[in-house]
Structures are given as C-alpha cells and as structure tokens.
C-alpha cells in the first residue's frame, strides 16, 4: 500500500511539475517546476524498489527482507545530477536577468526577434 | 578494456588539470592519451562488468565505440588546431565534453548511459554561453530545460524496466528477451526511447536543437552537431537491442527527416540552417536503426560527423571573418579555406560520389526495402535542394587561416575515398547513376522552391515542451499499441 502510495504520489508531482512548467512565463516558476518533478522523479524511483513490510537497505539493521538497495544508490547520483542541472539553469536566469531586465518568456522570445549582433 | 577506461580516466584527469592550469598542453595530452589508448583496444574487447557481479556496470569495445572514439578523437583534434586562440578553460571544458562522450560510446548500462547524457549536456550548455552573448545564454537555458524534462521521463522509463526486469545492463534485458510483452515494459521503453530522443535533438521532441548549435562558438557548433548529439543516437541504438523498437525509430526517423529539411530549406541564416540539416540527417541514422541496419546507421553517424562538423567549423569561420550571418550576404566575401571547406561538406552532404555522404547513403539504402529506398531519396532530394543555397557561396576571395578545416576535409575525403575502393558495390555504375539523380533532381527543385516560400511557425520555449510532452505520450502508446 505504501508502495503504491509512493508512485501514485511521484506520478502526480511530476505532472503537476511538468504543469507549472509549461504553463507558468516566470522563469524561476519554471525552474521551481523543473525541480518538483524531479523530487516526483526520484520519489518515483525510490517506490518501486519497495518490498512490502521491508527495512531499511542498511546492512547489520536486524532481520527481514530489505527494500531493492539498487534504486536508493542510482536515486543519489540521480539527486546530485539535478541540483547541479538546477544550479546551472538558476546561472543562466541571473545572466539573463543582469542583461534583459525581464523573466518573463514571452517578452524574453518576442526580444529574440531582433538582428542579430 | 583496461586500455579504453584508462583512455576515458586520461580524459577526464587532464580536463580538470587543465581547469587548474596549462589549458591547452593538458587538453593536447588528453587527446595523445586517447589516441593512444584507442590504438592499443582498436579492434574491440567483449563485454566485461567493471565492478564484477551482481551490480557491475557493462561495457564493451563493439563497432559503435570503435566508430565514436574514431570520430571524437579526430574531432578533437580539428576542434584543438581550430580553436588555438581560445584561452582560459574553453579546451579543458572541450575535453571533458569529448571523454563524457567517449565513455557514453562505451557504457552498455541504461543508468551509466544516463549520467553520462546529462553530463555531456550540462558541459555543452557551458560551452554554448561561452561568449556570453544574451542569445546564448537564451539558447543553452532551453537546451538546459528541455534536456532536463527528457531525462526525468528517462528515469522514469528506467524504474518501470527496472522494477519489472531487475537488471539495467542492456545485454542482459536483450537475452531475458522480453520485449513488450507487458504494458510496464511497454511503457517504460517509450519512456527510455522519448527521453533519449530529446536529448538527441529528434524534431518534435528535442527543439532545444536548432537555436543551440546555432547560438554556439564555432568549433562548439562543430563538436555539438558531430558527436554530442551522436551519444544519444549510440545510447538508441543500444536500446533497440533491448526491446523491439523498430517501427518507433522508423516513425521518429521519418519525422526528424523531413521535418529538419523543412524548417531548413528556406532558412536565410547560415548556421540556424545547418542546424535544422543536423535534425534531417538524424532520421537516416534514426531510420537506418529501426530497419536494422546497424551498421550503415554507424557508417551514417560516423560520416556525418566528419561532414557536419566540417560544415560549421567553415561556416562558423565565415561567418566570424565576415561578421554576416545570412547565405546571400556571404556570397563572394569568404576566404579559399572557408570556402573549400563549404564546397567539401556540400558535396559529402549531397551524397555525390566519392565523399563520406555516398559511402554512407550507399550502404544505408542497400538492402533495404523498397519503401525505404523511397524515403531515403525524398531525404536526399530535400537535402540538396536546401543545399543548393550555398552554391553561390562557392566564389572565394583572398586567403584565411586553415586551422582545423583541413583535418575534417581529409576525414571526409579519407572515410569516403576508402568505402569507394574497398566496398565494390559503392562502384557500380547503377549506384553513382541513382546518388546523382538524386542531387541533380533536388538542385532542380530547388528553383521553384525558392520562389514560393512557406513559413513555419517558430518555436519558443513553451511549444517545444508542449510538443515534447505529446511527443512522449505518442512514443508511450504507440510502444503500448505494439505490444
């Protein structure tokens, strides 16, 4: 039950993310976005590797079947990859933020038309 | 084996030494420790688990690596004689950029596959803003997100295949055999094969494509378009060993063909068109998978690294010389380099004999089936009817640094000549007849196409992540409709 709770939860967080995402003209809306589906991502990933009534994947915590350890090691690697991805987007707003003085995407893409330097 | 991840360990060691210090002897050093390495594995090794059983991550030296590896580290070596002014830590970035790419070309693991697809992604969005110029930054923020979204439904379609399979080595879920045989497997490939697509750059899905390798520095552009967009197009092609993705790939294939020359063929702006020429030659590689042609995919990903890359290292110089970005205020201004460099690529990109595009196309459409052919032709036409703008260009005035331009023109020139004489087929006359109908028919068209311009609609942030969203859930039930 927890296990489906767990994927019926990051399911709908990465829809409500991908829904911010694209709906939302603020950039760091966007990014926000960005960042909710990804937790909804890895909690996603986490979930289906849940055994029912399993402990912790650490070893010498006692008897019983543990939760699948694999998706818990990838879901770290997986959490580090989006904050430096987040990080770097985050970059990217404040350069264009200093130079545009707008976060808004439509007037950032209607500005696009100009000449090109 | 040793030798390849020593190779990538170099790589990636003297990218960061060269962040500290000395940015141009490490990445030189990088590169003479890839071609020695590769020297030493060059005929391939079997697939070894690096970290043993049960959770170690595969790799193996099979054509494909052997192709990237062939294709980055002459890339490299273009990009390095290219870009000698640049300073800073613009070549250790480069470097890490090409070891990222190398190592992807190794990994027969979905999870590794997908550590090493966003790190080449977030090195390349760096590279992109590296002049700092506000349409950059623009440009790489898109590459940023969209990648980012494609590697969320990456993950994704990696838990489900996981869950279901219990292993992420590709060897091992193509023996289990399983295919689509249950709507998680289903789901989860579609999930893999979308994700996967956008971080290619597969029209529709992967729009970040076109204003990134248009936006970038030169010898960036050239190493975008020729390997990075490549990894993507190796880590499909290892998927489709996996699961049964023939008719996806060819549906995604025709649709990155004919889309690209599209948005191509009445494009005025040199580099932006190019880049739309590197989602419409996606689709040979892409169609070329899905009918199971590996190896003429490989050839196809290999030539059009060297042809495409050249393409923007000249037009890239050019249009620096000039300072000019549109086909027709070119004309007549560039230097014999630049223009050489042009005339090459065109001629390769065309398919004419003897270059690297004949040898690739010629391999492509033997055996395949009728319709296929069909579909290739109308992808060649389309290629030279929007290549024949260049022509014009073809009129050089006065001298220009080489630079890099020559190390392509004779990968080019070397990959096509030695197909010629060592393939027989490629020689028949039936062959060269059909590759220059086909050109001759698209420099034809091009004329009245020229006189009745379409416009497409452009396609800003939120419309390409709309179309990568619906994209994603046509790939999902059409993986669902096949089972």
């Not at chain 2, 489709?240 to 005025?268: C, D, N, Q, R």
């Not at chain 2, 230097?335 to 391999?363: D, E, H, N, Q, R």
Request: hydrophobic letters at 55%; charged letters at 10%; glycine letters at 14%.
């Amino acid at each position: 039950m927890e296990g489906l709770a767990g994927l019926a939860l990051g399911i709908a967080l990465v829809g409500l993310g991908f829904w911010t995402l694209v709906v939302r003209r603020n950039l760091i809306w966007k990014l926000l976005g960005l960042d909710v589906a990804a937790g909804g991502s890895i909690l996603f990933l986490v979930a289906l590797g849940y055994r029912p009534g399993g402990r912790p994947a650490i070893v010498g915590l006692g008897p019983g079947p543990a939760v699948d350890p694999l998706p818990q090691a990838l879901v770290l690697t997986a959490i580090v990859i989006h904050f430096a991805t987040l990080a770097l987007a985050l970059v990217y707003v404040v350069l264009l933020t200093h130079r545009r003085h707008t976060q808004d995407v439509r007037r950032l893409e209607a500005e696009e038309r100009w000449p090109q330097p | 084996m040793a030798a390849a991840l020593s190779g990538v360990l170099a790589y990636l060691a003297f990218g960061l030494l060269g962040l500290i210090g000395r940015p141009r002897l490490f990445s030189l050093l990088a590169l003479a420790a890839g071609v020695a390495t590769f020297s030493l594995w060059a005929p391939g090794f079997p697939e070894v688990l690096v970290g043993g059983l049960p959770w170690g991550i595969a790799v193996a030296g099979d054509p494909w690596t052997l192709g990237m590896w062939a294709l980055g580290l002459t890339l490299h070596g273009a990009v390095l004689l290219h870009g000698r002014a640049r300073k800073e830590e613009f070549h250790p970035l480069i470097t890490l950029l090409i070891g990222t790419c190398l190592a992807g070309a190794l990994s027969r693991d979905l999870f590794n596959l997908f550590v090493l697809m966003d790190l080449s992604s977030l090195l390349a969005t760096i590279l992109v803003v590296w002049e700092r110029r506000e349409r950059a930054v623009w440009a790489a923020f898109r590459y940023l997100v969209l990648t980012e979204v494609g590697l969320i439904l990456y993950l994704m379609g990696l838990g489900l295949v996981y869950a279901r399979t219990g292993t992420l080595s590709i060897t091992a879920l193509a023996q289990l055999g399983l295919g689509f045989s249950e709507p998680i497997l289903a789901v989860g490939a579609g999930l893999l094969v979308a994700g996967t697509a956008v971080k290619t750059g597969v029209f529709l899905l992967g729009l970040w494509l076109p204003p990134a390798h248009d936006q970038a520095p030169t010898e960036v552009s050239a190493v975008l378009s020729g390997l990075v967009v490549k990894v993507g197009v190796v880590a499909l092609a290892r998927l489709s060993e996996a699961f049964p993705l023939g008719p996806i790939l060819v549906i995604l294939g025709a649709l990155t063909g004919f889309g690209g020359i599209a948005y191509a063929l009445w494009e005025k702006d040199i580099k932006i068109f190019l880049a739309h020429h590197t989602a419409s030659q996606l689709g040979y590689m892409l169609l070329g998978l899905g009918l199971g042609m590996e190896l003429g995919a490989l050839l196809y990903a290999v030539a059009h690294g060297f042809f495409k890359g050249l393409l923007f290292l000249a037009a890239g110089s050019g249009v620096v010389q000039t300072g000019k970005r549109e086909i027709k205020e070119l004309a007549g201004r560039l230097s014999w380099p630049v223009a050489v460099g042009l005339g090459v690529g065109t001629w390769a990109i065309a398919g004419l004999p003897p270059l690297a595009g004949f040898a690739a196309k010629g391999f492509l459409s033997q055996g395949a089936p009728f319709w296929a052919k069909a579909v290739f032709s109308g992808l060649g036409i389309g290629t030279a009817a929007s290549f024949s703008k260049l022509i014009p260009l073809l009129r050089p005035i006065g001298t220009g640094p080489v630079g890099g331009l020559a190390v392509l023109v004779a990968g080019v020139m070397g990959l096509g000549l030695g197909a010629f004489f060592f393939v027989p087929e490629l020689r028949e006359p039936r062959a060269v007849a059909e590759a220059a109908l086909v050109a001759g028919v698209g420099y034809a068209l091009h004329w009245p196409l020229r006189r009745w311009p379409l416009r497409f609609p452009e396609l800003g942030l939120d419309r390409s992540l709309v179309s990568l969203l619906f994209g994603t859930l046509g790939i999902v039930i059409l993986a669902l409709f096949l089972r």
